[in-house]
């Protein structure tokens, strides 16, 4: 029986991953954004409103949720979500990792989609999201 693979080269890494084709729609394996979807997410970061003040672990449970749920704007929600609040209060260490981490997420995203450099995409973000 022959089984096929995706490889999955991670922009940011230097890891290659390999998910069979098979359960690839059951693992929530997905198509990246279009350019067009991801320029209008750059386009609309500002305009993000940010969630209401929670206590710490109900806000670290949504945020893992919605980075969880692959969708790239859900990820964009969570970097300004926490990004805001860094300059407010600043973060927990839970919460600076998790910050990084979706940071990560969203730029290799929009690398790929826009076909540009991550530095670029950060970049990007950084002037979009200044507070």
Known sequence: ???YYYALKLTLDDVIL???VDTSD?????RICTAQQARAL???LP????DADQCW???YRENMLRIRSGDTEEVAKVVKNLLVRQSERGL???EKKMLGSAKRILISELALALRQEPAEIEHSLDT???L
């Open 1 to 3: 029986m022959t089984v």
């Open 18 to 20: 390999f998910v069979p």
């Open 26 to 30: 059951e693992i929530g394996l997905r």
């Open 42 to 44: 750059l386009d609309e």
């Open 47 to 50: 305009a993000i409103v940010r």
């Open 57 to 59: 672990n109900r806000r």
């Open 92 to 94: 927990s260490t839970g």
């Open 128 to 130: 979009r999201l200044c």
